[in-house]
């Protein structure tokens, strides 16, 4: 099956700088790359997903990259605030294709925790 | 718009008790899934559903049953607690078209001594 890896597991940066969390995946079937942000308390919640067939994809401060040749994808947060701080988590998917079993099933890496110091 | 709403939140069981944790959404979407969350680790699927009365399952089934009725409500049963299920429980829901996002609850953190 599909193992997704996560690194760093704790990331501290001070306010303004960039942040990078990177993820690798096993399967090269997979084909959709959803990240999500978890607050305390919180269910997680999407920010960004890129599907197989495009490199990078960007929302406001953050932005996806994705290598399928060698099969790891990283998130970027520019310009962190205060509020950036959570726990991300990457996940892979082959998604929903008609006719197959994947049925959106999401492998999750083990988690990035990110703080944001003022 | 609700989403997708667990209950309980919060609920201690002793070992060998059983219990139903909730699961419904409000957004007509297909798809449902349950996770459970450890410390430290990421969210591992235990089972999922893609329509009314069709489930299969995840990464780790055992000691869990879930049923699929109405395509809003997807509960989750524990029938006899042990503390290695002691963990924080998600439900999923997405429409089950391509590229889709699952879109999750806040969790039911379960305890059992």
């Known amino acids: 099956g599909e193992n997704v890896e996560q690194h760093p597991s704790t990331l501290s940066v001070q306010e303004g700088d960039s942040a990078v969390i990177k993820c690798t995946y096993s399967d090269s079937a997979s084909n959709y790359f959803p990240w999500y942000k978890q607050e305390l308390g919180k269910g997680p919640q999407l920010i960004i997903d890129i599907r197989s067939n495009v490199g990078e994809k960007k929302d406001q401060r953050i932005a996806v990259t994705l290598n399928k040749t060698a099969k790891h994808f990283s998130l970027h947060i520019t310009e962190t605030q205060p509020e950036d701080s959570a726990v991300y988590f990457c996940?892979?998917?082959?998604?929903?294709?008609?006719?197959?079993?994947?049925?959106?099933?999401?492998?999750f890496g083990q988690g990035t925790i990110l703080t944001v110091h003022p | 718009n609700a989403g997708v709403t667990q209950t309980p939140k919060f609920r201690i069981l002793k070992i060998g008790q059983s219990m139903t944790l909730q699961c419904a959404q409000d957004m007509n979407h297909n798809y449902m899934y349950w996770y459970r969350q450890d410390p430290g680790m990421g969210l591992k699927l235990i089972y999922y559903?893609?329509?009314?009365?069709?489930?299969d399952k995840g990464e780790v089934p055992n000691g869990y049953n879930v049923s699929r009725s109405t395509t809003e409500d997807f509960p989750l049963r524990l029938e006899l607690a042990a503390p290695s299920q002691t963990s924080v429980y998600f439900c999923a829901s997405s429409p089950g078209t391509v590229g889709q996002p699952q879109h999750f609850g806040d969790g039911t953190r379960l305890s059992i001594l």
């Open positions: 996940a892979a998917s082959k998604g929903t294709n008609a006719g197959g079993t994947s049925y959106g099933k999401l492998t």
């Open positions: 559903s893609v329509g009314a009365g069709i489930t």
